[in-house]
């Protein structure tokens, strides 16, 4: 194998900035929600909004980017060597020696565990941070919605389970970064954009 620019350039400053909106999201989220104390619950809550539309924002572009030049096919659902993928995780890791099952290629730069957790990403946590964020941000105009009727303590809870559910994507999502063998590997792909493939351009 060879390793070739498999990120792009936009790609990568997509991913790191969303990283970070992600990470001041929580801080700034967790402190409305009074999980955490980093600063004044007013204070927190402005720059929580201003934080979630530069995201939404991000969200528009990635998500152009992604439907034009037809990167969004990296994330279709696979079976192929999925079960070996997740034993790998499970138990390989932790054994001398195993090799990680799926190897990279220009065409598929995401293995099938990966596929699931990004689609569960971009399916169930974000729509659901979206929609019921967006409705705590317009309260006062759900009546002239016709959505008097909606509970507001059910958008909290909607709203604060996804914000935890994106905590623990975060979580394994930084811990999986870590297990390249060597351990900088993944990360390292992610800031120059270059990673082994099995199908390396030529010429």
């Avoid at 971009?122 to 002239?144: E, T």
């Amino acid at each position: 194998m060879a390793k070739a620019v498999v990120f792009t350039r936009f790609e990568r400053l997509w991913h790191w900035t969303q990283a970070i909106l992600i990470v001041a999201l929580m801080l700034t989220g967790f402190t409305v929600h009074g999980t955490l104390s980093l600063m004044k619950w007013g204070r927190a809550a402005d720059l929580h909004v201003t934080l979630a539309w530069a995201l939404l924002v991000l969200w528009a572009f990635a998500i152009f980017w992604h439907v034009t030049t037809g990167q969004w096919r990296h994330y279709i659902p696979t079976g192929d060597k999925l079960v070996d993928v997740a034993r790998y995780y499970t138990i390989g890791i932790f054994q001398p020696g195993v090799k990680h099952p799926y190897k990279k290629s220009l065409t598929a730069k995401h293995n099938p565990l990966q596929r699931l957790a990004y689609l569960f990403f971009k399916l169930i946590i974000s729509p659901a941070l979206w929609v019921s964020g967006l409705l705590y941000m317009f309260y006062n105009d759900w009546p002239a919605w016709g959505l008097g009727g909606l509970s507001l303590g059910l958008v909290a809870f909607v709203h604060t389970g996804a914000a935890f559910l994106m905590l623990v994507f975060f979580i394994a999502h930084v811990y999986m970064a870590f297990t390249g063998k060597p351990w900088w590997e993944m990360v390292g792909s992610m800031i120059t954009g270059k990673a082994e493939v099995v199908d390396p351009p030529t010429g």
